[in-house]
């Protein structure tokens, strides 16, 4: 009894010293932790380091120093592992893009060979046995189509890693058809696809149908059709002829289309609607002969004619002394009488498309002396009239004598370094000397 109690009494002891070195105070060059900051794309996956498990990203965790064995996962998809090393007081961070887990899924159909698509897009992704490869978590939704038989929708879930197989049995759903028109060679199409020119007979996948036919020259007509499997649908269409078109040309832009009397547009133009036979089609523009056909226009098409026309106008051409007036022909603006520096004369002025008969022609300039000459002149169709030079009396230069400051409007008629022969008033040209001018000023010839 006395040996128990002393063994015991030692163990107290022991346990006494150890609690008491556990208790010591932390030595000032303790070591400071370190810091992992952990974040992946996508959040939210758990984080195990040497299999010890901490919250989710993102995720801050104290560490000590050393190498580790990360690892983070994420339901649907790709662990991933990772060593780490860190170093006392490190703050090292961790950023990681997680890959979604990816299945492989194999379709087969009876019979073989059907088109498997996209139910949401229709794109093609192959033919039957076809291998899915890159599958993610999730509900698939494809169909599965063949001619002579129904599409068939293919779902399928993927919920893990494991590949899938599903095998699909297609159904037959064809019927016949018989499509007759008046009249016959006519183009069938079903919902815009053709299937043949009248009469047709062939098999057609059970469904209802947009049907459409088609002639030339005949207004195309629609009906519903509604095929059953193994039963015949027929169907029959009756024409109506199609008014035909008239092209319109002419060697003039916009002249006027008279068709059997009416106004019907300006060239170049087509027609549209135009019942079958014979129209008088006429182009009528001013300044240009009338010309007038008789055309036949055929069942549902299109027949062109062309006209050439000759102009019925004639022209003007003259010249103006010097330049800088405005032209004008029976009160309407035409052209300003133009021309090269320091010319006497005008370049010539080419007045077109004027009617026969008789006009009137004035030229203006509002410091000529009369400011404005005027001439009647006969156009005839087809001949441009060549008149003489317009001369009028246009001052071009201010004179100021010194003598008595006033301002002398007239020509300049010629000048040397001593003098200048200057002409105040028509024909009438008094001789300056230059010691005698006070200013002399150019004024242009324009208006």
Wanted: charged content about 25%; glycine content about 10%; hydrophobic content about 40%.
């Amino acid at each position: 009894m006395k040996i128990c109690r002393t063994l015991m009494c030692a163990a107290a002891l022991s346990v006494a010293l150890v609690f008491c070195a556990g208790c010591r105070p932390a030595k000032k060059n303790a070591a400071v932790p370190a810091v992992l900051s952990v974040t992946t794309d996508p959040a939210g996956a758990s984080v195990e380091i040497d299999g010890r498990k901490f919250k989710t990203t993102p995720s801050k965790i104290g560490m000590p120093e050393g190498v580790f064995l990360l690892k983070l996962s994420r339901d649907g998809y790709v662990p991933q592992w990772q060593m780490v090393k860190i170093a006392r007081g490190e703050t090292k961070k961790i950023d990681v893009r997680l890959a979604p887990e990816e299945v492989s899924v194999l379709i087969v159909s009876t019979p073989a060979g059907a088109e498997l698509r996209d139910k949401e897009g229709g794109k093609l992704l192959g033919t039957t046995p076809c291998v899915l490869s890159g599958q993610r978590r999730g509900t698939h939704e494809l169909v599965l189509s063949a001619p002579g038989y129904a599409p068939r929708p293919v779902s399928f879930s993927i919920q893990d890693a494991r590949p899938q197989m599903l095998s699909v049995n297609l159904v037959s759903n064809v019927g016949r058809i018989q499509i007759g028109s008046v009249p016959k060679d006519a183009q069938i199409f079903f919902d815009g696809h053709s299937v043949g020119r009248t009469p047709v007979q062939r098999e057609m996948r059970t469904g209802r149908y947009l049907v459409r036919c088609e002639k030339s020259g005949y207004q195309g007509e629609e009906k519903m059709l509604e095929v059953v499997r193994d039963r015949t649908a027929r169907l029959h269409f009756n024409l109506a002829s199609l008014p035909g078109s008239l092209g319109v040309s002419c060697n003039v832009r916009d002249a006027m289309i008279i068709l059997d009397g009416k106004e019907a547009g300006v060239t170049d133009s087509v027609l549209k609607d135009i019942a079958y036979g014979i129209h008088t089609v006429k182009v009528v523009k001013e300044g240009f002969d009338t010309a007038e056909k008789r055309i036949e226009v055929p069942r549902g098409g299109r027949v062109n004619v062309e006209f050439n026309i000759s102009v019925n106008t004639g022209g003007i051409d003259l010249a103006v002394a010097p330049p800088g007036a405005t032209v004008y022909l029976d009160g309407r603006l035409m052209a300003q009488a133009l021309g090269e520096r320091g010319a006497k004369i005008s370049r010539v002025i080419q007045l077109r498309d004027i009617a026969p008969g008789k006009h009137q022609l004035m030229v203006v300039h509002k410091r000529a002396r009369p400011d404005r000459r005027q001439r009647s002149v006969v156009v005839q169709k087809g001949v441009v009239t060549r008149l003489g030079n317009f001369d009028m009396w246009v001052p071009n230069a201010i004179l100021v004598l010194r003598r008595d400051g006033l301002e002398r409007e007239g020509i300049v008629v010629s000048q040397t370094p001593e003098a200048v022969v200057f002409e105040q008033d028509k024909g009438v040209r008094i001789p300056y000397q230059r010691k005698d001018i006070k200013d002399l000023k150019w004024l242009k010839l324009e208006e």
